[in-house]
């Protein structure tokens, strides 16, 4: 079985007034990165790393909410308080 490289000589390269490092294809589907990376200073070098998506999905959310097992008794309670027919001036 051929053992995988884990190290790679690359070389920063010009963009614009910064430079920039390419990513091998490869990696790029290994990891699974986008177009938003992170990049992290650490005590041994930088590391680049996918920037994980923190925001759920719809399913997720509306998951998230029944499981919250809220009470909605006092709804109607609130929306028949009787505000919407006071004269107010916004």
Do not use: H
Not at 7 to 31: E, F, H, Q, T
Not at 65 to 87: H, I, N, Q, Y
Request: a negative charge.
């Amino acid at each position: 079985m051929e053992k995988q490289q884990r190290v790679k000589d690359i070389k920063l390269i010009p963009i614009g007034n910064s430079k920039g490092v390419r990513i091998p294809k490869a990696l790029i589907l290994k990891y699974g990165l986008n177009d938003s990376l992170v990049l992290e200073e650490t005590g041994r070098g930088l590391l680049i790393r996918r920037k994980e998506d923190s925001r759920l999905s719809w399913e997720e959310t509306y998951k998230a909410m029944s499981d919250e097992k809220e009470a909605w008794d006092d709804f109607d309670t609130t929306l028949l308080d009787g505000l919407d027919d006071e004269d107010c001036e916004y």
